[in-house]
């Protein structure tokens, strides 16, 4: 196909134009096949940008520019006319401004290169619930990951016809000059660029993860918030999985976790309990909207995962494992002598020799990690052992519950149920987690992270936390339950006091027994706390006491929090619901 084939005229206008501005040698339109992937990754190993894994079918190394190895959030800008309208937790730029910065940039810059040009569904092709988004790139290797990560090709383009909607999407690694091997552009001139009052995305400089495979966090995150708010519907940073009691009752449950927190490992839980069984719906991004039945049903729009290797193990997450056993995409692994990847956390032997993530010789006792912390598979959700069959189900699937979750070695229970929707909200606006090794910054310190969706939310969050409580309004009596759930709680000798991984089921069961109103609870200011019988916990050997302080609602230690909370909440302003005034100003008066 090439440009003269397309049919939607706005499509070809904007073709025409990025052509002219970015000069191409070369333009490919996308079909999406299996062939064109096959030919990109001959082309990309032909070059050297990748490596074949013999021990891994149909499986590739690349290693990334050790500058561009991540998400860069202060390079992240979301462009309203209204300063106001991108609120406190945005990086703000006017968009005419931006729009002038950008073309200076994207001048020439893909001279000498091809520009592809992919078609792409968030969201099965069928639903109503999806968008379709264009991106341009001058990035083989986007090309491949979006092939993995989303629905890419000439179906897509059928179904645009001549005037379907479409976001535009534009992608150039830039003009660096260092690195044949990656190019990108130094950090100062990366751009990754919003404008949801005209539903673009600019991204310029980085040719990394959620900076370039701009259907995930640009569109199905920032773009569609923006979208969900003005449309009624919702765009959340929330892996979605469906757990099956040994009775055969089926509950679909939304979890929205800050980074560091076990979100991937979650969505892919192996239960402990006998008879209970997990099925993965996603782990990053869920879409979710009342349907005339009342209730809310929720769909993850994307097709694959791009997961942090390091860490993943048989141990720690045994399906995942398997998902990338073929067909993967790995990006900033150590490499094996024999031919395998390889990252921290894998086993607990280190292997005697490696290849580094930046290509250099490596042997355990070099301090530096042998992959990048960030080190990332791409691999399709059709490879996990456990997807759900209704993954790709054009209406999704109803939700009973929503988890807040963060990482906390104190104050939080194992698990509260939140009193009523304004209540769950105000626990999802308060999520706070402790920055770990594999977050930027000091470890151990407090971050709050409203929904998980800080980075991900492209209007004004007091706005959006005002959009949370209306949809409440709108479900009423139907509304998903909301938990608050931590994982990470410690004892006084710094140990875990709660196994985790599959042990979770436990948490899991005694959310759907109050989904079915089948126990009772011990209300708190912080919301219903599980009494400790009804917690199944046959086989499980914790710690003596440990329950106790699991359970606890850790009001005593809430105080200390207290004047950080405030200023947490003070930063939204007068966008900051009266509701959620109210909530706080509860919660304050039950502090001792
Ligand atoms: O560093 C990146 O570009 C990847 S960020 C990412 C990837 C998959 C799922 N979630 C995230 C995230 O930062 O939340
Ligand atoms: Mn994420």
Known sequence: ??????????????LKQTIDLCGPDHVHICDGSPKEYATLMETMVAKGNAIPLPKRPGSYLFRSDPSDVARVEARTFINTRKQDDAGPSNNWADPDAMRATLRDLYKDCMKGRTLYVIPFSMGPLDSPLSRIGVEITDSPYVVVNMHIMTRVGTAVLQKLGNAGAFIPCLHSSGKGAGNPQWVCAPMDQKYISHFPEENVIASYGSGYGGNALLGKKCLALRLASAMAWREGWMAEHMLLLRLTSPEGKRYHIGGAFPSACGKTNLAMITPTLPGWKAECLGDDIVWMKPDADGRLWALNPEAGFFGVAPGTSRATNPNAMKTIEKNTIFTNCA????????????DREKPSHLTDWQGQSWTPDKEAPAAHPNARFTASATQCPILCQDWDAPEGV??????????????APLVTQALNWDHGVFLGATLASETTAANIGAVGKLRYDPMAMTPFCGYNMGDYFQHWLTMGDRLGTKAPAIFYVNWFRKGKDGAYLWPGYGDNCRVLKWICDRVDGKVGARETPVGYLPCANDLDLSGLNLAPGALDVLL?????????????????????????????????????????
């Open 1 to 14: 196909m090439t440009e003269d084939d397309l049919v939607h005229p706005k499509l070809k206008a904007w």
């Open 335 to 346: 490499l094996t002598d024999d031919g395998d990847v390889w990252w921290e956390g894998l």
């Open 398 to 411: 109803p939700l009973d519950a929503i988890l807040f979750g963060g990482r906390r070695a104190h104050v």
């Open 552 to 592: 606890d609602p850790g009001l005593a230690e809430r105080k200390e929090d207290q004047p950080q909370l405030e200023a947490h909440l003070a930063r939204f302003g007068d966008r900051l619901p009266q509701r959620l005034r109210q909530q706080a100003a509860a919660l304050a008066l039950c502090l001792p």
